[in-house]
């Protein structure tokens, strides 16, 4: 179990190298203050040769594991996953989508297709937060595929339903692959509340399974709770924190690049600041972290994931259409499909930008976030 936030001290020149190269790179200085580690303080190692310059001091490196040729890794389907635990999983998202389950499910039973089932269809598919534009697309696929199949039993047209909807949500359903880098660099976004720094400490459970080192940035430096709620899910997985009280937080997420370099680490996550994407001065700070992570590592950040909560409808998807423009986002993950969940964002999503759903999350437990299977969770949402 790794101490809690020890204090490193480097050397004035070191400090003041460093400070000169990112201020150099990124065309703003970055004021050098101590960085503070949550792992284990093992001897001073030869720095390698292409680490770069590190903006304020230089974090102890971990014993290096066997260094191995680097070769692609897909999440998913989980890891060594029983029956009896691939069954809680599906029975957790479906009471977390019986919500919306029971207003769809009800409206084809003891009924006739004529238009009062399409205008109830149509009116759950808006309550579920599925939003018009993939509503009307639904409906019509629906429409047509009745008249083709002639279909005739009420029955029929919710598994016709289902195949609608399995094929929309079909294109979200995409792996994250590893091993294209070392590290492989992800930066994390999302606004308050969303569960960003509770599912990178899940991600991180997931990537160990997968044989995968982990080393995470506490790239929000101005809150206290969120540095500390990393560290602690860093001493849960046995993973190293790099974190600074204040200051820059492009300059703590750059130390944590060339630390990760430096420890050979596979997979090297930044938490960011939460904000609401109508802040533009600090959505413009997230592009600036984006910018140094660049230089940083050529090519990085490899991923650029937003965590959303499923609560929130619509506004989701205002989130989702900002941060892409803003950053470019290569995927997503939707937390809180429990309790008050829709789900129906998913077809919104699906329908107006579909970015990929990594995983999606049903509970505050490490196995409650899981990958995205778009059959799973039209059968959740339709009572399959």
């Known amino acids: 179990m790794f101490s809690f936030f020890k204090r490193f001290k480097g050397s004035k020149e070191s400090d003041t190298a460093a400070d000169e190269s990112l201020a150099a790179q990124d065309g703003a200085t970055a004021e050098a203050e101590p960085v503070e580690a ?15 310059p590190v903006a ?43 919500k919306t389950s029971s207003n769809l499910t009800g409206i084809f039973v003891g009924t006739k297709i004529d238009e009062d089932l399409y205008e109830e269809l149509e009116a759950a598919l808006l309550m579920s937060d599925a939003g018009v534009e993939a509503t009307e697309f639904l ?23 289902r195949t609608l909807l399995v094929e929309l949500l079909k ?36 990537l160990q399974s ?14 206290a709770a969120a540095r500390e709620q990393l560290a602690v899910w860093g001493q849960r997985n046995n993973v190293t924190v790099v974190a600074q009280e204040s200051g820059d937080p492009a300059a703590v997420i750059f130390d944590a690049v060339g630390a990760a370099r430096a420890r050979k680490i596979d997979v090297m996550m930044a938490d960011t600041a939460g904000r609401l994407p109508t802040q533009l001065h600090l959505m413009e700070e997230l592009r600036k972290v984006k910018r ?40 997503l993950i939707v937390t809180k499909l429990d309790g008050t969940a829709k789900g129906g964002i998913l077809a919104a999503i699906a329908r107006q930008r579909p970015i990929p759903v990594y995983f999606i999350g049903v509970g505050e437990k490490v196995e409650d976030l899981q990958p995205f299977s778009a059959e799973e969770f039209s059968d959740a949402l339709l009572g399959g």
């Not at 409906?139 to 339903?161: F, I």
């Open 210 to 223: 997968f044989d995968q080192s982990v080393l995470l940035a506490a790239g929000d430096t101005f809150r």
């Open 38 to 52: 949550a792992g284990p303080v093992e001897p001073a190692a030869p720095a390698a040769a292409a680490v770069p």
């Open 292 to 331: 140094v992570i660049g230089k940083a590592q050529d090519g990085a950040p490899h991923e650029v994931l937003l965590v959303i909560d499923a609560n929130t409808g619509q506004n989701a998807l205002t989130q989702v259409k900002a941060f892409d423009d803003a950053l470019g986002l290569t995927g």
């Open 139 to 161: 409906l019509e696929a629906l429409r047509e595929k009745v008249r083709s199949e002639r279909l005739t039993d009420p029955q029929q047209v919710k598994t016709a339903l």
């Open 56 to 98: 304020t001091t230089i974090i102890e490196p971990q014993p290096e594991p066997q260094a191995v040729a680097l070769g692609t890794v897909e999440i998913v389907p989980p890891p060594v996953q029983d029956a009896g635990a691939k069954r809680s999983w599906l029975t957790r998202l479906k009471s977390g989508l019986s």
């Open 171 to 206: 294109p979200l359903e995409q792996s994250l692959m590893l091993g294209r880098a070392q590290p492989l660099v992800m930066m994390i976004a999302g606004v308050n509340g969303a569960g960003k720094t509770t599912s990178i400490g899940k991600l991180a459970k997931h």
